[in-house]
């Protein structure tokens, strides 16, 4: 099955302690990416990756670090997580040209206290 | 550049009845239009893609969505809510000639199916 695997799903943490999310797919997409969601912002896009070795900021990349080792594995890393990171983190891949659709996994909801 | 607005963050609906989901869109090229679907405690996915084709999209779950270029709009609707509709929808764009890192994504509307 097609699918892209994000965990943990819940995660409660407290300030500055190092943590990260893990992201897999499935699809051997070229495209991977982190997104944010705060009520009434949409979605934010943190981080993304056109391919191995290759990542690049989005839209609010401040407080994350990420890696693309492999090609099905896109980490999100808060080295130093901050209550105003909490939120919703969803990762998406998508295949390289074509109309570009994402596939998203089911979501890490992550609280910083 | 490019943008999304969704106007109405939420919007309820009785079962039955005519769902109509608003979305219009600012862009300097010709753009490709998406409406993706979250259901509660669910990541977000695609019911339906506008992608120069067809003016008139059909998507899953009996949606589908006009694309009017003189308005500007990519508009949502479904003859008739059931409750299973109920969920957070999204308008997005990207420009055609673009890839997936140029998707923007509007606010979101809630959708409520009353009873």
């Known amino acids: 099955e097609a699918q892209v695997t994000q965990n943990p799903r819940y995660l409660i943490t407290v300030t500055g302690k190092k943590l990260t999310v893990t992201c897999s797919q499935n699809?051997?997409?070229?495209?991977m990416s982190w997104y944010r969601q705060d009520p009434g912002l949409g979605l934010r896009q943190i981080y993304y990756?056109?391919?191995?070795?290759?990542?690049d900021k989005g839209d609010v990349p401040e407080g994350y670090k990420v890696s693309r080792k492999e090609k099905r594995n896109f980490p999100l890393i808060l080295e130093s997580p901050s209550p105003n990171q909490t939120s919703l983190y969803f990762c998406?891949?998508?295949?390289?040209?074509?109309?570009?659709?994402?596939?998203f996994g089911e979501g890490s909801r992550l609280t910083v206290l | 550049a490019q943008s999304v607005t969704q106007l109405g963050s939420h919007v309820s609906v009785s079962e039955g009845a005519l769902v109509l989901l608003r979305c219009n869109y600012s862009?300097?090229?010709?753009?490709?239009l998406f409406w993706y679907v979250q259901y509660p405690n669910q990541g977000l996915q695609l019911l339906l893609k506008y992608t120069s084709a067809a003016t008139l999209v059909k998507g899953i779950n009996g949606f589908e969505a006009e694309f009017k270029k003189s308005e500007t709009s990519f508009h949502l609707t479904k003859p008739s809510a059931h409750m299973s509709d109920a969920a957070e929808y999204f308008c997005?764009?990207?420009?055609?000639?673009?890839?997936?890192?140029?998707?923007?994504f509007g606010s979101g509307t809630q959708l409520t199916v009353l009873p």
């Open positions: 990756s056109m391919n191995v070795e290759v990542t």
């Open positions: 862009s300097s090229v010709p753009p490709y």
């Open positions: 997005a764009v990207r420009p055609s000639s673009g890839s997936a890192r140029q998707l923007t």
């Open positions: 998406a891949s998508s295949r390289q040209g074509g109309t570009g659709e994402l596939f």
């Open positions: 699809m051997n997409h070229e495209y």
